[in-house]
Structure formats: structure tokens, C-alpha cells
């Protein structure tokens, strides 16, 4: 019986924000069930953000340690690929969500080891060699939803949309009803929003 033929989604995240490491959990439990497998894509809150003058001088500050984790994570995919790209995320978000480990030096190394890669792309959290790179694949993702978003954003074929934002990931049969859902809604013409104020934080269980 020939393979089964499996549909790419690209997922494009900071490794740093919260929700969209639920969204991503959430996504490789569709893909136990389902025939899709997740591309991994950078896109960065720095440049998301770059330019607002109305956020608070913490947040901003908050931005510069965001940018040095993604970073990171352009240096690995660019030597090696979307896979080992997802390898790191797990790791990292491991560390950054589950652990609350700080985001420094140390931390990337420790989750580069964990994925059996180079643990000197760890210098690339302060070096602006992968800057093009970042900002190219940071715009690829943006230019498919529009810049009035956030991070996560998840493409399929030509269908890209914000989100989902859901805590925490749903699992089993709940994971495709949502799935499903909101490929229904995405591929409706002249859908643009559905949204609800936030309730709690992020639930990583």
C-alpha cells in the first residue's frame, strides 16, 4: 500500500511567546491523527512590534531578549533545516514555558544539546549575522495575514490565518474538532475575524 500522502503546514512562531507554543502543541497533535505535517518558520514580536512607540519601556525591554531566542533559531534552521528547527522549539519552549528557564546563553545551549545540535548557534542570540535571514522569513508570515496580528501564524497552501489562540491545547478527538473548524472558517470567502477577550493566562497542561 503506497505512503500516504501527507499535506505541509507552515507554522510561523516566536519561540518566546507562550500562545503560540500551545497552538503548536496543539498542531503536532493533529498530526498524530491526521495526514499534515508541520513546517517550522521564525517570525519574531521584536519585529512585529518594531516601531510602536506605545509600548510599556518593560515590554520593550522584554523584546530584546525575544529577538536573541530567535535568532537561535534562524542560525539552526539555516544550517539544518525546518526539522531540526522543530526539535529546537520543542526544547526550547520546553525550557522557556514548562521551566521558566531565563533566556540567556546557557538555556540555548542547553536546549541545542537536547536536540543534538551545534551548541555554539548559541552565539548567534547576539551576533546580526541571520538578521536577513530572520527578517525575510518574519515577512514571508506576515504577508500572508496582515500586520495587524500576532504569532502564531499557520498556512495551508494558500489559506494562512492568525492563531488559533486556545489554552490549553486541546488533545484527541477535541484537537480535530478545532482543526476543522478552523480550516472551515478559513477557507470561508470573506472571512476576516472572529475573536473573544482572554479569560487566563496560558495553560501548558
Same mark, same amino acid.
Given at each position: 500500500?503506497?505512503? =500516504?500522502?501527507?499535506?505541509?503546514?507552515?507554522?510561523?512562531?516566536? *519561540?518566546?511567546?507562550?500562545?503560540?507554543?500551545?497552538?503548536?502543541?496543539?498542531?503536532?497533535?493533529?498530526?498524530?491523527?491526521?495526514?499534515?505535517?508541520?513546517?517550522?518558520?521564525?517570525?519574531?514580536?521584536?519585529?512585529? !512590534? #518594531?516601531?510602536?512607540?506605545?509600548?510599556?519601556?518593560?515590554?520593550?525591554?522584554?523584546?530584546?531578549?525575544?529577538?536573541?531566542?530567535?535568532?537561535?533559531?534562524?542560525?539552526?534552521?539555516?544550517?539544518?533545516?525546518?526539522?531540526?528547527?522543530?526539535?529546537?522549539?520543542? #526544547?526550547?519552549?520546553?525550557?522557556?514555558?514548562?521551566?521558566?528557564?531565563?533566556?540567556?546563553?546557557?538555556?540555548? =545551549?542547553?536546549?541545542?544539546?537536547?536536540? !543534538?545540535?551545534?551548541?555554539?548557534?548559541?552565539?548567534?542570540? !547576539?551576533?546580526? =549575522?541571520?538578521?536577513?535571514a530572520l527578517?525575510?522569513?518574519?515577512?514571508?508570515?506576515?504577508?500572508?495575514?496582515?500586520?495587524?496580528?500576532?504569532? *502564531?501564524?499557520?498556512?495551508?497552501?494558500?489559506?494562512?490565518?492568525?492563531?488559533?489562540?486556545?489554552? *490549553?491545547?486541546?488533545?484527541?478527538?477535541?484537537?480535530?474538532?478545532?482543526?476543522?473548524?478552523?480550516?472551515?472558517?478559513?477557507?470561508? #470567502?470573506?472571512?476576516? #475575524?472572529?475573536?473573544r477577550s482572554?479569560?487566563?493566562?496560558?495553560?501548558?497542561?
Open positions: 500500500m503506497p505512503d =500516504e500522502v501527507r499535506t505541509p503546514v507552515d507554522f510561523w512562531f516566536d *519561540p518566546t511567546c507562550p500562545w503560540a507554543w500551545i497552538t503548536s502543541r496543539w498542531l503536532l497533535e493533529v498530526a498524530q491523527q491526521r495526514p499534515i505535517t508541520p513546517c517550522w518558520h521564525v517570525m519574531s514580536l521584536t519585529l512585529l !512590534n #518594531e516601531g510602536r512607540d506605545d509600548l510599556p519601556a518593560r515590554y520593550r525591554r522584554g523584546m530584546q531578549g525575544a529577538l536573541e531566542a530567535v535568532r537561535v533559531c534562524v542560525a539552526v534552521e539555516q544550517k539544518y533545516g525546518a526539522p531540526a528547527l522543530g526539535r529546537l522549539y520543542t #526544547e526550547l519552549g520546553t525550557r522557556f514555558h514548562l521551566e521558566n528557564a531565563p533566556q540567556q546563553r546557557s538555556t540555548y =545551549e542547553a536546549a541545542l544539546v537536547a536536540a !543534538n545540535l551545534d551548541p555554539g548557534l548559541a552565539a548567534a542570540a !547576539n551576533s546580526a =549575522e541571520y538578521d536577513g527578517r525575510a522569513s518574519h515577512d514571508d508570515g506576515v504577508r500572508r495575514v496582515g500586520t495587524d496580528v500576532g504569532t *502564531p501564524v499557520v498556512a495551508v497552501g494558500d489559506v494562512a490565518f492568525f492563531g488559533p489562540v486556545v489554552s *490549553p491545547a486541546p488533545r484527541g478527538a477535541a484537537a480535530l474538532r478545532l482543526w476543522d473548524g478552523v480550516l472551515a472558517l478559513a477557507t470561508t #470567502e470573506g472571512f476576516f #475575524e472572529l475573536k482572554r479569560t487566563q493566562g496560558p495553560v501548558f497542561g
